[in-house]
């Protein structure tokens, strides 16, 4: 069965400084996954995907994200954190199935 | 090109009774997802339509039922309102089937059932 599990409810981090988002997986065949973002009261926004290739991966507003096969995991990462960062973030895996599975969500809280 | 849209966003309805929700995909997607958000339960998989036929099923009960038109747009359908059904309910297009395509969000629909 397909999983996506993100094992902090929410991360708290100083304007300026690294942000990690955490995201692990469980899924039959090549993953492909995502990460998107939501603000209050707005649907999802997508940010960025892996397909193949390159681990690193580039997204949107300054966003990468780094697959890493053996640990099954797809954390989010940004150099420099921005209040207006500040949002709910959820991490999705479609396997086989082709069911978009997300994550339970991490709240992102950028302090001043 | 216009985002996904959805319609109504607000919806308040009683226990028993029955809702239809619409959701027109962004122009040339043709794959129409539904998503169940709640506190609790997070985002759930309700259903997947692709060509006017649903391709894949989340486990809600059968109150809850979809349908896709020749043009895209969706509805989903959900009889019988619970309590627990109040929830914030996401459609997402995309441009189809391909596991690699990313899918695009609308607002939601938030149902309040009393």
């Known amino acids: 069965a397909q999983s996506v599990a993100q094992p902090e409810d929410q991360v708290n981090v100083a304007e300026g400084n690294p942000l990690t988002v955490k995201c692990t997986y469980s899924?039959?065949?090549?993953?492909?996954l995502f990460w998107y973002v939501q603000y209050p009261n707005r649907g999802l926004q997508f940010l960025l995907k892996?397909?193949?290739?390159?681990?690193l991966v580039k997204g949107s507003y300054g966003f990468e994200a780094e697959f890493n096969k053996s640990q099954t995991s797809f954390h989010l990462k940004k150099p420099s954190a921005l209040v207006s960062d500040s949002a709910l973030y959820f991490c999705?895996?479609?396997?086989?199935?082709?069911?978009?599975?997300f994550g339970q969500g991490t709240t992102l809280q950028v302090k001043p | 090109k216009a985002g996904v849209t959805q319609t109504p966003r607000y919806l308040i309805k009683t226990r028993g009774q029955q809702v239809t929700l619409s959701c027109s995909p962004i122009?040339?997607?043709?794959?129409v997802s539904w998503y169940q958000q709640t506190p609790g339960q997070g985002l759930q998989f309700l259903f997947e339509?692709?060509?006017?036929?649903?391709?894949n099923k989340g486990n809600f009960p059968g109150r809850f039922s979809g349908r896709q038109f020749s043009n895209s747009r969706s509805e989903m359908n959900v009889s019988t309102l619970e309590l627990g059904d109040s929830a914030l309910y996401l459609c997402?297009?995309?441009?189809?089937?391909?596991?690699?395509?990313?899918?695009?969000f609308g607002p939601g629909t938030r149902l309040t059932v009393t």
């Open positions: 899924v039959s065949g090549n993953p492909y």
């Open positions: 997402a297009s995309s441009l189809g089937l391909a596991k690699d395509y990313e899918q695009y």
């Open positions: 339509y692709f060509s006017e036929t649903q391709r």
């Open positions: 999705a895996v479609r396997g086989n199935t082709g069911k978009l599975i």
């Open positions: 122009s040339g997607h043709r794959s």
């Open positions: 892996y397909i193949t290739g390159d681990n």
